[in-house]
C-alpha cells in the first residue's frame, strides 16, 4: 500500500518589522486637524500581567524549556516573545514531557486538566486570572447548591471550557443573546447565570435580559463576572468612538476583548474600526479623508505596540495625541504561589503602576 504525504497550509503569523522595515503611511491632506484620541485604559491589565510575568519567572527559575498549555495570553506578539526566551507552547496536557514544568494560561483550566498534570507528575504553575477563579467558584457553589447555570460565552474559548469543567452536568453554554431564546432548562426556578469574562458588557447583559424574561427567577451572581479591564476599556472606547472618524484597536484575533473592542467602536459612532496586531497592518487607504483616530489595545497588548502604531500615525500627520481617560487601574495581583520566592528566597517585587518587577 502507498501513502501520499499532504501538505497542510501553514498558517499567517504577523510579523512585528523593524521601524525601517515598516511601510510608510503617507501624510495626505485632509479638511480639518488631524488628531488621535488615545484611550485610556488600555493594553495590559493585572491578569495578563500576572501570567505573562510567570512564565518569565519559570523560565528564571528551572530554565527552558517550560511548556505552557494554550496560549498564555491571547496575543501573538506576547507569545513569539516567550517562544524566543524559551517558552514551549502546547495544546494538551498529553505533549508536555512526564516530569516538566508546565503554565496553564490566564484563561485557566478545568479540574480534569490538573488532574491529567498531576497523572504526569507534571510540575504545574497556575497562572489563572484570579477573576476567572472567581468564577469558577461561582460554578461550584452553584452547582453544589443544585443550581443549573447558563453560562453566557463562546463556545470553544478557552477560558469557557474551564469554567465548564468545574460543574460539567449543571453548565450550559448561551453563545448569544438569540440562544436565549431557545435554551432549555430542565427548573426555571433554580437558574443562575455566569459569564466569559471578556465579552461585551452590553451583549451580555442583553442576553441576560432575555433569558430573564423566560425565567423570571433567573439569578444573578455575587458579583459582575465582566472583568474590570475589559469594562473599562469598553467604556473608554465608548467615549472615544463618538468623536472619531476610525478606530484602530490593536489586539490579536483570538483575543475576545480586542474584538469586541471594534464592535463597541463602531455601535458607539466610529464611522470605521479595524484590528491590527502590528503598526504596519495600518492601511493607508483607512485613512483618507479622516481626521480623528481613536487608537485603544486590548487587555492582553504590550504598551510597545501601541506605542508603534501611534509612531506611524504621527508619520502620517497624526502628530496631535489627545487622551481620553475613564477610569484609573491600580488592581494588583500576586505572582501564583508557586513563584512568590525567587531563587535568592526574596518576595517579587512590583513596579510603578502595580506592575510585577521582571
Known sequence: MSSTAISLPVPHVPRRLRAAERPRLENRPVDGVKRVLLAAPRGYCAGVD?????????????????????????????????????????????????????????????????????????????????????????????????????????????????TAGHAPERVTIVNSPDEADTVVVKDPSKVVWLSQTTLSVDETMETVNRLRARFPDLQNPPSDDICYATQNRQVAIKKVAAGAD????????????????????????????????????????????????????????????VEEVLEALSEAGYADIEEVRTAEEDLMFSLPKELRQDLSGKRDERGPGGRISR
Open 50 to 162: 500576572r501570567a505573562v510575568v510567570a512564565v518569565e519567572k519559570a523560565l528564571e527559575r528551572y530554565g527552558a524549556p517550560v511548556y505552557v498549555r494554550k496560549q498564555i495570553v491571547h496575543n501573538i506578539h506576547v507569545v513569539t516573545e516567550l517562544e524566543q526566551k524559551g517558552a514551549i507552547f502546547v495544546e494538551e496536557i498529553d505533549e508536555v514531557p512526564e516530569g516538566a514544568n508546565v503554565v496553564f494560561s490566564a484563561h485557566g483550566v478545568s479540574p480534569a486538566v490538573v488532574q491529567e498534570a498531576s497523572d504526569r507528575s507534571l510540575h504545574a504553575i497556575d497562572a489563572t486570572c484570579p477573576l476567572v477563579t472567581k468564577v469558577h467558584r461561582e460554578a461550584v457553589r452553584f452547582a453544589r447548591d443544585d443550581f443549573e447555570i447558563l453560562l453566557i460565552g463562546h463556545e470553544g474559548h478557552e477560558e469557557v471550557e474551564g
Open 246 to 305: 476610525l478606530v484602530i484597536v490593536v489586539g490579536s484575533s483570538n483575543s475576545s476583548n480586542s474584538v469586541r473592542l471594534v464592535e463597541v467602536a463602531l455601535e458607539y459612532g466610529a464611522k470605521a474600526a479595524y484590528r491590527v496586531d502590528y503598526a504596519d497592518e495600518v492601511k493607508q487607504e483607512w485613512l483618507d479623508g479622516v481626521n480623528t483616530v481613536g487608537v485603544t489595545s486590548g487587555a492582553s497588548v504590550p504598551e510597545v505596540l
